[in-house]
């Protein structure tokens, strides 16, 4: 990449952040980040869940079909 595609990129980036941030409002920046955090709390209790069962569904078949 070379420097003006890259100057380009950063100055679009950097426009685009300073329209936004004055019409993000504080309580509405706490929600967002609260639901983020529940939101990530949540993925990681169900993936951990899902792992859970998975195995158990793997040993239980693997049992099953295992005449000994």
């Known amino acids: 990449m070379n420097t003006s595609t890259a100057s ?3 100055g679009t980036l950097g426009g685009t952040v300073a329209a936004a941030v ?3 409002q504080r309580d509405t ?13 949540v ?4 993936s951990l869940f899902l792992k859970w069962l998975f ?3 793997k040993t239980w078949f ?3 079909s295992n005449p000994n």
């Open 8 to 10: 380009l990129k950063l």
């Open 22 to 24: 004055p019409s993000i």
């Open 29 to 41: 920046l706490l929600e967002a980040v609260v639901l983020a955090g529940v939101g990530a709390c």
């Open 43 to 46: 993925s990681f209790v169900v």
């Open 55 to 57: 195995q158990r569904l």
């Open 62 to 64: 693997l049992n099953r």
